[in-house]
Each structure stands twice: as C-alpha cells, then as structure tokens.
C-alpha cells in the first residue's frame, strides 16, 4: 500500500554542513495498518512526515502509495489522497471560514463545484450529522467561524476534514501534543474510532510511549534518522514503556560511543 525506500533527506546547517535528518529509510505499511512512530527530538519523525505529504522533497529514495510513485509529486497532488492533522491546532482550518463551509471546502477537494451557490440543504444535513458524531456539541454552532473555537474543538474538526473523504492514508504529527491531557484523551478516542471505523492506514507520530503502545497495530522507533526497532503481534504486546526507554537509552549511548570512536 505505502512502500518507502531508501529514503534519505538532509537539511543544511550552514554553508559547509549538513544534518542527515533521514538516513536510508526503508518502510512498508499495508492497507489497514495503523502505525505510531515515536523517538527522540531530532529523530527524523515530522521529517519522515513531511516527506510522505510532500512538503519536503527527498535527497534520494522512492515513495510509493497505492502502487503510484509519488517521490516527486508537489504537496497539493499528494493532498487527493492523503490527510493530515498537523500538531498546532491552528493548522488545517480556516479561521475566517464557518464550520460548515470548513468542512465543504474539505468535502470538496478534488472535484470542481461548479457554479452551485454556497452549502445544499442535503450537504448541511450531513455535515452536522457528522459533527454530531464528534460528541462536543458543535452541531449547534455549524455557522460559527473557526477562528472562535477552542483548540481541541478545532483539533476535533480537522481531524473530521481530514478523514470525511475517506484518505488512502492518514498522517497524525503530534496532533494532541498542544492540548490539555483531558481534551487530548477526548481527540485520541476520536482518533481511535474514525480509523477504525473508516479502516484507515495510518502513521501517527508521538512523544507519549504509553499512547504509541496502546493505539495502533504497530509501533516503530526512530533515532538519528534510522529505525531502530520495528514491533508488531507478540512482540508489541510484550512491549512496556519501561522496556521501551530503556531500548532507546541503549541505542542513544551506541551513538555517543560510536561518534567518540570516530573522534
């Protein structure tokens, strides 16, 4: 379904360095499949992200989705038939724009509108059975401006534009690390229901060992550009964020030695 190759991306420092933000990664994901990546700051996660969405182009390597190759596809070809929930709360929406048309606009990407004014009354109708779904009441406020709502209200929503046209692939960056706990266990469970619902494949990117454990089929590790650990079945299960900190405090200090060794 989703085939990455040997993809490396870096990104200059100054004139005469460079940092090797993605070092020959290689990853398959099936249809399906709901992946969480985890690691360290600088591990190569959102770069990962960006790579696949198209906001970066990659130094070399292949991505392909769905059998198509997408490696140097510009980001809004991507955008057809891929969604994202970015971290900041304030991406996504468009602020100046009601929930509704927020979520025509989402509804409507890729096909040509026409000369049609405005939201039908069967569009309306379903829009605000689909914000019902969300359980936070914004059902009541579809002509409300975006701009107006909280984070996790608007975290709630893009994740619903992102997913309304069901994409061959979700990409989740950190999208509840902005949140307060209470509202991020409120996103995640919606998370957690619309792809399983819609079976979506999916990467989500977190900082929360116990979060990438728990949701999910699979969890991979990162660190320095490289996955260093792959875990799925028996093995993910058997999995405990102790164990888990404690591989990367491992992998952490090879690193360390080995730069001292090439000193």
Not at 125 to 141: I, N, P, Q, S, Y
Not at 148 to 158: H, I, M, N, P, Y
Request: glycine fraction near 8%.
């Amino acid at each position: 379904m989703l085939k990455i190759w040997r993809l490396t991306k870096s990104f200059p420092l100054d004139k005469f360095t460079q940092r090797l933000a993605l070092n020959n990664v290689t990853l398959s994901l099936q249809k399906g499949e709901f992946v969480t990546i985890i690691g360290g700051n600088g591990a190569g996660k959102s770069t990962l992200l960006n790579c696949i969405a198209g906001v970066h182009l990659p130094d070399s390597g292949r991505i392909t989705l769905d059998g198509m190759d997408i490696t140097f596809w510009p980001e809004y070809r991507r955008s057809l038939y891929i969604g994202r929930v970015f971290q900041n709360p304030l991406l996504g929406t468009a602020p100046d724009m009601t929930i509704e048309e927020n979520l025509a606009m989402a509804c409507a990407k890729g096909k040509s509108r026409g000369l049609l004014p405005g939201v039908t009354k069967q569009e309306a109708k379903f829009f605000r059975d689909k914000v019902a779904d969300l359980g936070l009441g914004l059902e009541k406020r579809m002509h409300q401006k975006v701009g107006l709502l909280s984070g996790g209200e608007r975290q709630a929503l893009t994740l619903l534009m992102a997913t309304i046209v069901r994409p061959r692939l979700l990409l989740l960056d950190e999208h509840t690390s902005a949140l307060d706990p209470a509202t991020a266990r409120r996103v995640l469970e919606l998370t957690r229901s619309i792809i399983s619902e819609h079976q979506l494949t999916t990467i989500m990117v977190t900082h929360n060992m116990k979060e990438a454990l728990e949701l999910g089929t699979r969890t991979i590790m990162m660190h320095e550009g490289r996955i260093v650990l792959d875990l799925s079945g028996r093995q993910r299960e058997c999995m405990t964020v102790e164990k888990l900190v404690s591989f990367f405090t491992q992998e952490a200090s090879i690193e360390v030695v080995e730069l001292k060794n090439r000193a």
